[in-house]
């Protein structure tokens, strides 16, 4: 069986012009549902200010990048830190969704996370039911840690979330998934 076309996209940074088509991809319930920070409503004006905290570069290994395909955002994804270690996050725009984009630039970032730290591990995680997101985790390597409760702010309440974690030395065991979808 041969192997889908890859859909060709591009990180770049965040710019002001952002804001709009952020408010238009995430402003879906689809999309919103699954993240805990987001309001839904999403308004062009929460856009702005998201953009607004990330327009200074944090200290590596933290980053914030846009996922363009075709000129346009179609989703955003990061490394922050966070009480239990540096986190990856994301989303990509519905329409995007079935074609392992995410996994592709999850890996690329994951890849760069380790080459430019010396962390042990990487967390992430994903709200119940998101099995998608939990696809993409298996996929590059992480593996539960614990279920727990987190706020999703889209929702207004606490929602059953698991949290998972990439060490570095399974990275460094699975580097075919990394050249796999980064190519």
Sequence with gaps: MQKPAQIAFTLRPLASTD????AEQIGDWEVARWLSRVPHPYMIADGAEFIAAKSTP???????????IDGQLAGIIGI???????????????????NRIMTR????????????SSETHLMS??????EPSWAIQQRLG???VE??????RAHGKRLPHVLTRLTRARYESRTHIDAYYAG
């Design 19 to 22: 804001a709009a088509r952020i």
């Design 58 to 68: 944090p200290p590596a290994p933290e980053r914030t990048k846009a996922i363009a």
């Design 80 to 98: 922050d830190r966070m009480p239990q270690g540096y986190n990856i996050g994301y989303w990509l725009g519905r329409q995007y969704w079935g």
């Design 105 to 116: 630039v999850a890996a690329l970032m994951t890849r760069e996370f380790f080459a430019m």
């Design 125 to 130: 995680g994903y709200f119940s039911g998101n």
């Design 142 to 144: 992480f593996a539960f």
């Design 147 to 152: 279920d727990a409760l987190l706020f999703n």
